[in-house]
């Protein structure tokens, strides 16, 4: 694995969920409502999910595990092999399906739905870095 690529991935996918964070609206209504608010936070948000997915196939690929069909078959591979639990990789996996809803059908996006994201799980995002930074530290370490 490429530590320095990954290093740079996670910083990349911190300041995403920052801005995310720092442009949170207080309800589902307002975000509804504004065009600019949408699309910070969703190509933020997509953006996010695309790195977790990148870092996860730099770490499929440095333990030797076949690459995966699917973006979130990534979390399926990673879960075998003991990185992330069953809980973080569904919920990862369902990013995925916001990502794929907002890059092919961004007129289909249910914006209460993406408020409840970014109001209630950007956390998984801060813990799949802990995952990957705890990876990397072991693997220094040998």
Partial sequence: MDRAVVEQ????????I???ESKVPSTAEVLAADFDLQDIISLNLSRAVQLAVDIGAHLISELNLPAPDTMGQTFD???????????????????VGFRNIATHNYDQINWQIVHNIVKYHLDDFAAFARVITQQIQRQAGQ
């Fill in 18 to 20: 920052l801005r995310i």
């Fill in 77 to 95: 591979l990673l879960e075998r092999a003991g990185l992330i639990d069953a809980a973080l990789a569904l919920r990862m996996r369902k990013a």
């Fill in 9 to 16: 991935k996670l910083e990349s996918l911190r300041r995403c």
